[in-house]
C-alpha cells in the first residue's frame, strides 16, 4: 500500500527521528528493562527451578514479545502520531473499523494507572541508596532488616517524598523532548545501568557461590518445571518487553523508515534478557553466601538482599550500586511509561511539550498518592472486598491487579489480532522489509500462535 508509507513519510519531518537506530535500540531496551527483569526475573526464576523456567522463558519470548512487540513499533512508525491516532490512522488506511484504536486507548490508561505505582515503588529504591550507603543495612538481622522496610511503608510522608522525587525525575527527562529528553537520557542510563550490572556481577564473583548461581540459572531442572512455571514464563515473557502499554506505537513514531522493525525488536528482547539473566548472576551468589532462600517472592529485593549486602564486605559500597542500579532500571520504565500519555496530550492540545509533560505527570503523582495510602493509612480499605476474588485486596493491588491481569493482555492480544489479520501483508511486507520465510514466520505465529498464548496468560491470570 504506498497510500501508507507515503502518509508516514510526510509526517516524519515535523516530529523528528530517533539519531540512530541504536538510539531507538537503547531507548526501547530502556523501556523493557526495569523492576521486573532486576526484581522479578530472579525471584520467578527463583520459585520455577532455575534452568528450566529460563529456557521457556525464552521460547516464550520467541513466540509472544518478539511478535507483539513488531506489530506495536509497526503501528507507531505508520501512523507517526500518538499511539490512539496511530492505530485509527492505520485501520483507515487497511478499511478496518477505527474502532481498533481501543487497543491503543486501553494501552495508555494502563501505562498511565501503572506509572502511578510504579513511581511509589521507585521511590523505595531511591531511598534504599541512601540507607545502604550510610551503612543501615551493616550487621542488620532479618527482624531490622525487616523493621526498616516497615518503617518506610508505614510513613505516607517519606512515602510521598519520594514518590515525588521519582515522578520529578520522569517528568524532567520527558519535558525535554525527543533528542534531549528520551534519546539523551537511554543513551545515558542505559550504558551506566549496564556497568552497574557488571560491578555487582563482578562483586558476586567473589562470594563463592556465583558457580553455584550460574548452574542454578543455566541448569535445566525439569522436574522442578511445573505448568504453573511455564504459565508464569508466558506471561513474564508479555510482561517484560513493556508490551500492550502503547509505548512501542509511541517510540516506534519516532522511528525511520530505513530501519528494519525485525532485527531491531530482536535486539531489544536479547538485551533485555541478556539484563535479566545479568540480574540474576548478581543477585542469585549474594543470595546462596548467606544461605536465604532462592524464591523469596518480591520481598528479595527489599528485604533478602539488604541483609546479604549489611553481611559481607564491602556490602555498604556495593548494596548501595545495587539500589542505584535498580533506580536506573525503573527511572527508564518510568520514562517509557509516561511517553504516550504525554505524546497524545502534546497532540490534542495546545499546553505544548513542556505543559503536557507537567500535566500528565501531575495527573500521575496525584495518583500514586492512593497507592501510597493503601500501604498505611489506607491499609484496610478494600473497594472490592465484597467480591470473593478481590478479598483483602487495598488500591495498590487493584490497580496492579487490573493493570498486569486485564488491562495490558487485553490490549497485546487485540494488537496482535488486527496485525495478523487486518492489515493488508503487501503493506506489512513493504514496511517490515522482510524476507519470505522470516516474514511468513512472524506474521504466522502473529496471526495464529501469540493470540492464543496471550489469551492462556489472560484466563490463567483471572482464575489463578
Not at 404 to 421: D, E, K, Q, R, Y
Amino acid at each position: 500500500m504506498t497510500q501508507s508509507n507515503s502518509a508516514a513519510d510526510s509526517g516524519t519531518g515535523a516530529r523528528g527521528l530517533w539519531s540512530s537506530r541504536l538510539a531507538f535500540i537503547l531507548a526501547a531496551t530502556g523501556s523493557a528493562v526495569g523492576l521486573g527483569n532486576v526484581w522479578k526475573f530472579p525471584y520467578v526464576t527463583g520459585e520455577n527451578g532455575g534452568g528450566a523456567f529460563v529456557l521457556v522463558y525464552l521460547l516464550c519470548i520467541f513466540i509472544i514479545g518478539i511478535p507483539i512487540m513488531m506489530a506495536e513499533v509497526f503501528i507507531g512508525r505508520n501512523g507517526r502520531h500518538n499511539p490512539i491516532t496511530s492505530f485509527r490512522l492505520v485501520a483507515e488506511r487497511n478499511l478496518a473499523s477505527p474502532g481498533w484504536r481501543i487497543s491503543a486507548i486501553i494501552g495508555m490508561f494502563a501505562a498511565f494507572i501503572i506509572l502511578s505505582f510504579y513511581s511509589v515503588i521507585g521511590g523505595w529504591a531511591a531511598s534504599y541508596i541512601g540507607h545502604a550507603a550510610m551503612g543501615d543495612f551493616t550487621g542488620g538481622t532479618a527482624d531490622s532488616v525487616g523493621a526498616l522496610f516497615g518503617d518506610l511503608l508505614s510513613n505516607p510522608g517519606l512515602l510521598l517524598f519520594w514518590h515525588t522525587v521519582f515522578m520529578a525525575l520522569v517528568i524532567l527527562v520527558v519535558a525535554r523532548g525527543l533528542k534531549g529528553g528520551l534519546e539523551r537520557a537511554a543513551t545515558i542510563l542505559m550504558p551506566a545501568l549496564l556497568v552497574l550490572l557488571l560491578v555487582v556481577v563482578g562483586y558476586a564473583t567473589t562470594t563463592g557461590h556465583f558457580g553455584e548461581a550460574v548452574s542454578f540459572l543455566f541448569t535445566p531442572d525439569f522436574s522442578a518445571l511445573t505448568i504453573d512455571g511455564v504459565l508464569v514464563a508466558l506471561g513474564h515473557a508479555f510482561f517484560t518487553l513493556s508490551l500492550g502499554m502503547a509505548i512501542m506505537m509511541a517510540y516506534g513514531s519516532y522511528l525511520g523508515n530505513d530501519v528494519k522493525i525485525g532485527r531491531t525488536a530482536v535486539s531489544v528482547a536479547i538485551l533485555d534478557t541478556v539484563v535479566a539473566l545479568l540480574a540474576g548472576l548478581a543477585i542469585f551468589p549474594v543470595v546462596f553466601a548467606n544461605g536465604l532462600e532462592a524464591g523469596a517472592g518480591p520481598g528479595l529485593i527489599f528485604q533478602t538482599l539488604p541483609l546479604a549486602f549489611g553481611n559481607m564486605p564491602m556490602g555498604s559500597l556495593f548494596g548501595a550500586l545495587f539500589f542505584i542500579l535498580l533506580l536506573f532500571a525503573a527511572w527508564t520504565s518510568g520514562i517509557s511509561l509516561l511517553e504516550p500519555v504525554v505524546e497524545w496530550v502534546e497532540e490534542k492540545t495546545s499546553l505544548g511539550r513542556t505543559g503536557s509533560a507537567i500535566v500528565a505527570g501531575g495527573a500521575c503523582w496525584a495518583l500514586g498518592i492512593a497507592s501510597i495510602l493503601s500501604l498505611n493509612v489506607w491499609s484496610g480499605v478494600t473497594p472490592l472486598g465484597m467480591f470473593a476474588a478481590f478479598e483483602g485486596k487495598t488500591i495498590f493491588d487493584l490497580l496492579d491487579y487490573f493493570t498486569a491481569n486485564i488491562m495490558l493482555p487485553l490490549s497485546g492480544m487485540l494488537t496482535a489480532v488486527f496485525v495478523g489479520w487486518f492489515v493488508a501483508k503487501e503493506s506489512l511486507k513493504s514496511d517490515l522489509a522482510m524476507d519470505g520465510g522470516a516474514f511468513a514466520l512472524w506474521h504466522n505465529l502473529l496471526r495464529y500462535v501469540t493470540p492464543v498464548a496471550v489469551a492462556i496468560v489472560f484466563v490463567y491470570n483471572l482464575i489463578g
